[in-house]
């Protein structure tokens, strides 16, 4: 059957890929909101469930052996990284390149959007953290 141009066996195929994503476990979290941010990545985008989520014991083993500004730099490369596969998978697939889905590509950048907005949130939440921190009398 198609439909509007896509195949009905192209669309079941690609909910099962989206039913497979949502299935996979979640990375564990480093224990800080921004290692959580992009656990997802380019991989999956249920990283991003790990942001409520506490460590307990191992959180704070965990916390004490990474810092901050580590892990701040390392979720801020993996969301430059997806973005700059997603722009590479959009250029692909506009030049004609077979090995590359109109699926896979819009998947890739949503991935990115998606990553890059929980950035501009934690970014926003940790803004409004020093100024209140900043507001505070002593």
């Known amino acids: 059957m198609n439909i509007g141009g896509i195949d009905s066996s ?4 690609m909910m099962a890929q989206l039913k497979a994503a949502a299935t996979r476990p979640a990375m564990p979290s480093a224990g800080s909101a921004a290692s959580a941010l992009a656990s997802g990545g380019v991989g999956g985008i249920g990283g991003i469930g790990g942001l409520g989520k506490t460590g307990g014991a ?11 500004s580590d892990a ?9 990284k997806a973005q700059d596969q997603a722009d590479e998978m959009g250029k692909k697939f506009a030049a004609g390149d077979d090995s590359v ?7 890739a950048m949503q991935k990115a959007s998606i990553t890059f907005q929980a950035t501009v949130q934690v970014r926003n939440k940790l803004v409004s953290a020093y100024h209140d921190i900043m507001n505070m009398q002593v």
Do not use: H
């Open 10 to 13: 192209r669309i079941e195929a």
């Open 101 to 107: 889905s109109l699926s896979d590509t819009m998947i």
């Open 72 to 80: 701040l730099k390392a979720q801020l490369d993996n969301v430059s």
């Open 58 to 68: 191992e959180g704070v083993e965990s916390s004490s052996k990474v810092s901050f």
